[in-house]
């Protein structure tokens, strides 16, 4: 099973500043890898797959890069909306396994 | 505009099996290149895969659960089951339908979800 780590496990910001989110795999993976943001007692939503793609909506405030074992997601710029808990995740395909990193919150400073 | 919702109890026993039903709008699972997915996520957790299946019936299963899990559609009523057997109160969380973007079958995202639904396992 491939283990997704996500650092820092919190980060505090403050408003208009950027924000630099790390997930690394336990072996080098494809670029099948995806970030979602999750807001209080809401579901998760997807913000980049394919490493580096935005999502439908997303702004270009948000950036995705990385390859083999090392991935980033950053935040320009932060806005008040952006302070919430983001995961990235990981699907492989054989053995088939969707893989989910231990999250990374970002908090007001 | 695809939207999921999940259905089923809010509180099942230890040992019982829990059927989620998911009813989607706005895709067809008849489709090629169509999947949806279970996701669960326990109180404060990340969240955690269960299940996905294809337009083709192709059907993936996390392996920590594999034996207990099974995933079925409904094409006609645009509905996907999952069945969890044996359920025990660490399985207490809120469980998510998803629409998966795939391309030539390879999972790329989860573009959809649906709001959830918490399930507690407590006797």
């Known amino acids: 099973e491939i283990v997704m780590t996500q650092s820092p496990a919190t980060l505090s910001v403050s408003p208009g500043e950027s924000a630099t989110l790390s997930c690394r795999a336990g072996?080098?993976?494809?670029?099948?890898l995806a970030w979602y943001q999750q807001k209080p007692g809401q579901a998760p939503r997807l913000l980049i797959y394919?490493?580096?793609t935005r999502a439908t909506g997303i702004p270009a405030r948000f950036t995705g890069s990385g390859s083999g074992t090392e991935f980033t997601l950053t935040i320009s710029s932060l806005q008040s909306e952006d302070f919430a808990v983001y995961y990235c995740?990981?699907?492989?395909?054989?053995?088939?396994?969707?893989?989910f990193g231990g999250g990374t919150t970002v908090e007001i400073k | 505009q695809i939207t999921l919702k999940e259905s089923g109890p809010t509180l099942v026993k230890p040992t019982q099996t829990l059927t989620l039903t998911c009813t989607f709008s706005g895709f067809s699972l008849s489709t090629n290149e169509v999947s949806v997915g279970w996701i669960r996520q326990p109180p404060g957790k990340a969240p955690e895969w269960l299940a996905l299946?294809?337009?083709?019936?192709?059907?993936r299963y996390s392996p920590s659960l594999k034996s207990r899990l099974t995933i079925t559609k409904d094409t006609s009523k645009n509905q996907v089951v999952l069945t969890l057997t044996n359920m025990d109160p660490v399985d207490t969380a809120t469980y998510y339908c998803?629409?998966?973007?795939?391309?030539?079958?390879?999972?790329?995202?989860?573009?959809?979800w649906g709001q959830g639904i918490l399930v507690t396992v407590s006797s």
């Open positions: 072996q080098s993976v494809s670029s099948n």
């Open positions: 998803t629409h998966i973007m795939t391309i030539f079958g390879v999972v790329m995202g989860l573009d959809n």
């Open positions: 299946i294809y337009w083709n019936d192709d059907k």
């Open positions: 995740q990981h699907y492989n395909n054989w053995p088939p396994m969707l893989t």
């Open positions: 394919g490493t580096s």
